[in-house]
């Protein structure tokens, strides 16, 4: 396959390629796509304007898009053959998504401060603190159900509003405002809670989060519901464009007329709130609450939502981040089941998910980010490789003289370059032969 | 062994050339400088000064076929293992100073510090060397607190001093000076001018890059001018010029100011700035009519890269009013945004674009509403919309989903018009439009620029370049010093003219503050014969 449509004419004195950019709208898939097509316009051909697609041609199946779905299917091979009895059981998997349904609330909080281009490292803390408020109220103070939970709601709004006045007004860089926020947020936890469990929360509450159907919790319900919200606004309105651009360029979204501070303090408010929730689901589920309950959640959400933001978008995306909680869970869920290590397990695994997800994205953009595949190269295209093999086409007779050509001019230069160097070069670019008979 | 003494320049380069994609920078161009003398390097902005001192400097490699000799051996200049790197010293215009660290911390970066018997640092000692050192400036700062807490000229002086620290005078050395006397006053510069001639004593030769021609004239025993990337005067002695005869070298053909401009009938004023401060900019009033595209000349620092930003409120505004339609505008954004004003930044990678950002996402970007189901963004017709605008424009490719990143530098400019052409405005603010961007592109921009300034728009356009203000402006005003000096308009708006107002080569020295300056007064200079601009601008309301 060439670049051209038929054949391309040379001009042997600049290596200039006659070829004009055609545009023409491919019907399957609507995409753009350029061919050079008759003589119009004098360019050298851009091998940026090449928008050959990869050899892989679903693109949208491609392991890069979609290698959470790939992962999941790896792991169901897996464990069905390595412990049928318990991993092909509607139980199993029940219990992952209902050990889920709160990891997947406080990541959906997550992503809307990391869109934003700021970091909420106290996202667990928030969520003890919530848990720890709620629980005291009930038990402690014997306040009723929706009027404890509705101050632990405030509590979220209140740490939310705090951390953004520290980021926004202060100037204080995220990571350090909200790490500094959560050992604070620690700390009132210990002292609410006088560092015990707080049990004998009254049913009513307890009751908030049974299961419903196919023994399936209420949180789960939460946890989509609060999905979906989260996913329209993230993609479908103009403030999910505008915290994206925000995270994109402060300055930049700034001077294209956002209120950028306004909408770093909506994300972080809206964040603390969403892991408030997190934390009365929590409260409310495991029906005890100690100081740190929360902090098991901080390391899962990261690295789910890092994970997330590497599928379908490449950058932070709601459904994204649901399927990488899913895979995570059920990875670590299999593992417990064949018996393996059952206390470290988790940590191992959501530390190298969050390590090799980001990792993959810098890598990424650092390796082929401004570079084309090597199957999109033009020195890579079949005529050129023809070219070099059979010694003759397009390569064969290169414009370019390099300094070493000449010797009067090789003494401006260090070295020269070695004799296997020398061969291979001239093997490639050819001394020109003088022309017999004129 | 021969008894005629023939003198090896210190550094003879020929045939250079720089080519960047898209332009040419530097076009064979030959500098060769004598031991013991001051070469003045000068020309206009864009003209490859910094390219070619870059290049000397080894940080830029030039095109193949240069020939570079320094004490008449031949050298690789860009080679990483250069054994002659030591004896090129360059000052840079932005000093190359870390602000963070001391004086003293600043001076040892390259040289490492004076170590007592357990290698502890001996302060007291390195202290009294770097006072010692800066002495002979005259200056006496604190070389122990941070170089950002020193003024100006301090700065300027810890930098000249670190890169004449153990100047070794065995063989000649080359010392370059890229506007050192930016920031300095009239003493300073005379120390400088001292410390330059005890080094050219010392058989050094010196490149002295500067855009103030009278100081020029009184260093520089030879000058190269350069204009568009070529030599036109190479090493002419100094004695035969004087600040005009410079200035028509550096302008080259002398391009006036269309007749277009002239029979042009402009509307009622859209934009009146009133007594503007800020960063550098002191004081600035001017009005801008629907119809009219207003240019601004001037310097770096001299308020010409605040301009536009500090009316769109994009920079802090300290003092004054911007009004649109007779209605002020508070200084954010958003609020000018809202005024129907759109800023197309200089620093495009930074301010301009999110660079990760799809072409169809980043065109509607400053408005939204205009595509909107309930609470939905309605994508289709949006995109529709988009698509509009990039082929108007002729964005190259047009595909919506690329990145930013991923077009060229005048395609994403054009992406960046596009983006405010869609949000209708009443006035576009460019600084400066055509940086970075090839030639097609600009004639494409320019277009641009003259289709919306004919359908009513009001344009403010500040470019380092006085042949684009020519080509596009129907005014110019100059800044220097942070306030406009003077307006030109019709048979003055010269390229010459702007060139000569820029640099105050008849009377001002950019960096002294000559004219005096009090809150809510500036000095309004012309030379037109027909009234000054205020009572003009009296003429139009």
Redesign the interface.
């Known amino acids: 396959m060439s670049n051209a449509e038929g054949p391309l004419k040379v001009d042997p004195s600049t290596g200039e390629v006659e070829a004009r950019?055609v545009?023409k709208q491919n019907k399957i898939t609507r995409?753009?796509r350029?061919k050079y097509d008759r003589v119009e316009r004098r360019d050298k051909i851009d091998s940026?304007?090449d928008?050959r697609r990869s050899p892989f041609k679903w693109r949208k199946l491609h392991p890069r898009n979609i290698g959470v779905l790939y992962l999941y299917a790896a792991t169901w091979i897996i464990y069905t053959a390595w412990v049928p009895d318990t991993w092909l059981t509607w139980l199993t998997h029940r219990s992952v998504i209902n050990q889920q349904a709160i990891l997947i609330v406080v990541a959906i909080g997550l992503i809307i401060p990391l869109a934003t281009g700021v970091f909420d490292l106290s996202i667990a803390a928030t969520m003890s603190a919530a848990a720890v408020v709620v629980s005291w109220l009930l038990v402690d103070r014997d306040w009723a159900v929706w009027p404890a939970i509705g101050a632990a709601l405030l509590l979220g709004l209140a740490i939310g509003a705090i951390n953004a006045f520290l980021i926004v007004k202060i100037r204080i860089d995220s990571f350090i405002a909200t790490l500094g926020m959560s050992s604070v947020l620690t700390a009132f936890a210990v002292w609410r809670s006088g560092n015990r469990s707080i049990l004998g929360m009254p049913d009513s509450f307890l009751s908030l989060t049974t299961e419903f159907a196919f023994g399936l919790r209420t949180s789960v319900i939460i946890a989509v519901v609060l999905a979906v919200i989260a996913w329209?606004v993230i993609e479908?309105?103009?403030v999910g464009?505008y915290f994206?651009?925000t995270g994109?360029?402060r300055?930049?979204?700034?001077?294209?007329?956002?209120?950028t501070d306004r909408y770093i303090f909506a994300a972080m408010v809206v964040s603390a709130f969403v892991s408030a929730i997190g934390g009365i689901l929590l409260a409310s589920q495991y029906g005890s609450t100690q100081a740190q309950s929360g902090a098991p959640y901080l390391l899962p959400a990261f690295a789910a939502v890092f994970l997330g933001s590497t599928q379908f978008k490449r950058?932070f995306n709601v459904p994204g981040t649901f399927l990488s909680v899913l895979v995570l869970q059920s990875g670590v869920k299999g593992l417990q089941l064949a018996g393996v290590a059952v206390l470290w397990v988790e940590n191992l695994f959501f530390g190298l998910a969050l390590i090799i997800s980001v990792g993959l994205s810098t890598y990424q953009r650092r390796v082929h980010?401004g570079q084309r595949r090597w199957w999109r190269r033009e020195e890579s295209g079949p005529e050129y490789l023809l070219g070099r093999l059979l010694r003759w086409g397009t390569n064969s007779t290169p414009e370019t003289r390099e300094?070493w050509h000449d010797p009067a001019?090789a003494?401006?230069?260090?070295h020269r370059p070695s004799r296997q160097r020398r061969k291979k070069i001239s093997r490639y670019f050819p001394r020109r032969r003088k022309k017999e008979n004129s | 062994m021969s008894e005629q003494r023939v003198i090896t320049p210190v550094l003879d380069v020929e045939s250079l050339s720089k080519t960047y994609p898209g332009q040419r920078a530097l076009i064979d161009a030959s500098l060769q400088v004598l031991p013991g003398e001051v070469h003045a390097l000068i020309g206009q902005n864009g003209s490859g000064k910094s390219t070619l001192i870059k290049t000397i400097a080894g940080y830029v490699k030039a095109d193949?076929?240069a020939?570079?000799r320094f004490n008449g051996e031949?050298?690789?200049l860009w080679?990483p293992?250069n054994d002659q790197r030591d004896r090129i010293r360059i000052v840079h215009q932005d000093l190359g100073l870390v602000p963070t660290l001391s004086t003293i911390e600043n001076l040892a970066l390259g040289r490492g510090f004076d170590t007592g018997a357990l290698k502890n640092i001996r302060w007291r000692r390195e202290a009294k060397r770097c006072q010692e050192l800066l002495l002979g400036f005259g200056l006496a700062p604190d070389v122990r607190s941070p170089v950002a807490t020193l003024t100006a000229a301090e700065r300027t002086a810890v930098a000249i001093v670190r890169a004449l620290q153990d100047w070794d005078d065995s063989v000649p050395g080359l010392l370059i000076l890229d506007e050192p006397t930016a920031s300095l006053n009239r003493g300073e510069v005379e120390a400088l001018f001292r410390e330059v001639r005890r080094l050219t004593e010392r058989r050094a030769g010196v490149i002295f890059v500067s855009h103030v021609l009278p100081e020029v004239l009184a260093l520089a025993d030879r000058i190269t001018v350069l204009r568009d990337g070529k030599v036109v005067a190479a090493g002419e002695p100094a004695a035969q010029h004087d600040t005009a005869s410079l200035v028509r070298l550096m302008v080259g053909r002398d391009i006036g100011a269309h007749v277009q401009h002239d029979d042009k009938d402009f509307g009622l004023n859209t934009l009146e700035v009133e007594n503007v401060f800020g960063i550098t900019l002191k004081g600035a009033t001017f009005k801008v009519r629907a119809g009219e595209v207003l240019g601004f000349a001037g310097l770096v620092g001299s308020g010409r890269d605040e301009i536009g930003t500090a009316v769109?409120g994009?920079t802090p505004r300290f003092a004054g009013k911007v009004l649109v339609n007779k209605k002020k505008v508070f200084a954010?954004?958003?609020e000018?945004?809202?005024a129907e004003m759109a800023?197309v930044?200089a620093d495009r990678k930074?301010?301009?674009?999110?660079?990760?950002?799809r072409l169809e996402?980043h065109v509607p970007?400053?408005r939204?509403?205009t595509h909107?189901k309930g609470?939905?963004?309605d994508?289709k017709p949006l995109r529709e919309d988009v698509r509009g605008w990039v082929e108007q424009l002729q964005v190259?490719?047009?595909?919506?989903?690329r990145r930013l990143?991923?077009f060229s530098g005048g395609n994403q400019q054009k992406s960046v018009l596009a983006?405010w052409l869609r949000t209708n405005p009443t006035i576009l603010i460019l600084d400066e439009p055509t940086q970075g961007v090839d030639v097609g592109a600009k004639a494409a921009i320019y277009d641009t620029i003259d289709e919306f300034a004919r359908k009513g728009g009001a344009v403010i356009v500040t470019s380092p370049d006085p042949e684009e203000l020519v080509r596009l402006c129907d005014r110019v005003l100059v800044l220097r010093g942070g306030m406009i000096a003077c307006e030109l308009s019709g048979a003055n708006l010269t390229t010459s003219r702007i060139v000569t107002e820029t640099l105050g080569a008849t009377s001002l020295r950019a960096g002294t503050r000559v004219v005096e300056r009090k809150l809510g007064f500036s000095v309004i200079r012309d030379d037109a014969p027909n009234g000054s601009p205020t009572t003009r601008a009296k003429e139009t309301t």
């Open positions: 950019l545009l995409r753009w350029l940026r304007f928008t329209f479908h309105t103009p464009r994206f651009a994109g360029g300055d930049a979204a700034r001077l294209a007329g956002i209120h950058r980010g300094w001019d003494q401006a230069h260090h | 193949h076929g020939r570079v031949p050298i690789d080679h293992r769109f994009a954010h954004p958003h000018s945004v809202k800023l930044p930074r301010l301009g674009l999110i660079a990760t950002d996402e970007l400053p939204l509403s909107r609470p939905k963004i994508t190259e490719p047009p595909i919506l989903r990143e991923k983006r």
